[in-house]
């Protein structure tokens, strides 16, 4: 695991071949991905709502960018520090008592697993520079018990962060069904009964060569909307905008909210699930924290009826999420295109 690696060399196995590497310099400085103030209040004028305006900006940044940044949006500030402390925490116990969570069968409830690519015939795999924890928030009541005991507030806290999160992602995706122009539980009512949501712990140690390595590979969430709470002060995430890799900077009190592949798939494309990688850094730790919220594997997904037309022919075929999520495995280890396999080919 990457914590156990000493500072001073890399050792191969995190080493990507050149064409894999994340080229730090050519990343834009100039670009950033919108900044949204979700406090209704600020927008509300001579009796106008500001609900539309708040609308209005999230459609447009999950047309454009797949990506934004959300300020003001209800969870307060000091629930989130003590999150990420938390989380920080189990990552930092020593490796003997997390241990007994690491797995790599995929179907455990809660696992501490790496993530790694794939090498070409003959080869090792590469190693990516981090460590992930993982598990269910949802119901929360069969969850928690299944938690770390240690550290010992890690279960309280998560308990009410879940609970948080669960009204704030619901309100996100209220806004962009409105945002589709559909009813404002249309998306929620899609993905779904139990849906399957993940929480994902990410663990960047300072890493001695940044451009040899990644914290996380190129990708697209395969759920259907991603929360992230992040270190403060510490860059890693990266989005592609215009086909240039630009830096998801950690804003105070924000979450970095991204669209997976199921909304493109229900918005019929009009919404984007763009590819992301963690990048890693000489100096510091980073952290990251993403609540994923996606359909369960036996529901039916495909473009929503009311967003096809004779202009707008469905863009994807139907299918039950397990599909899905074979092809999201079958793929593992190189960079997934998982919904294009998807695809009706006639368009
Ligand atoms: O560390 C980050 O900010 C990226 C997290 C992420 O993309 C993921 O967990 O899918
Ligand atoms: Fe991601």
Not at 49 to 61: D, E, F, K, P, T
Not at 62 to 85: A, D
Not at 138 to 163: I, S
Not at 230 to 249: A, F, P, R
Request: a negative charge; one cysteine or more.
């Amino acid at each position: 695991m990457a914590s156990d690696t000493s500072l001073a060399s890399l050792s191969p196995t995190y080493i990507l071949p050149e064409d894999m590497r994340p080229q730090l310099s050519k990343v834009s400085t100039l670009k950033s991905i919108p900044i949204i103030d979700l406090n209704e209040d600020l927008y509300s004028q001579n009796g106008d709502h500001g609900l539309s305006r708040i609308v209005h900006q999230v459609s447009q940044a999950c047309e454009e960018y797949g990506f934004f940044q959300i300020i003001n949006h209800g969870v307060p500030e000091e629930l989130c520090q003590k999150m990420l402390t938390a989380i920080t925490d189990f990552f930092n116990l020593p490796s003997e008592e997390k241990a007994q969570y690491f797995s790599t069968d995929r179907t455990k409830q809660v696992r501490l697993f790496n993530y790694h690519l794939k090498a070409s015939e003959g080869q090792e795999n590469i190693k990516m520079w981090s460590e992930a924890f993982s598990h269910n928030w949802h119901p929360l009541e069969n969850c928690t018990n299944l938690l770390p005991k240690n550290p010992p507030q890690y279960r309280e806290v998560f308990d009410e962060y879940a609970k948080e999160m669960g009204r704030l992602t619901n309100r996100l995706l209220s806004l962009m069904s409105l945002g589709l122009g559909l009813e404002k539980d249309c998306l929620v009512k899609k993905i779904g009964d139990n849906p399957r949501l993940r929480a994902q712990g990410n663990y960047y140690p300072p890493c001695p060569d940044p451009e040899l390595t990644l914290g996380l590979s190129v990708h697209t969430d395969l759920n259907a909307l991603t929360a992230v709470l992040q270190s403060e002060g510490v860059t890693g995430l990266q989005v592609i905008t215009d086909g240039k890799w630009v830096s998801v900077d950690p804003v105070p009190n924000a979450f970095v909210v991204n669209l997976g592949d199921q909304i493109q798939v229900l918005s019929n494309g009009r919404y984007k699930s763009v590819h992301h990688r963690a990048v890693t850094n000489k100096e510091k730790l980073r952290v990251s924290l993403a609540m994923f919220y996606g359909p369960n594997p036996d529901t039916w997904m495909g473009p929503i009826e009311e967003l096809i037309d004779e202009e707008h022919p469905p863009v994807y075929r139907r299918y039950r999420h397990s599909e899905f999520l074979e092809e999201f495995f079958r793929q593992e280890g190189t960079r997934r295109m998982v919904k294009d396999a998807f695809q009706l080919r006639n368009n």
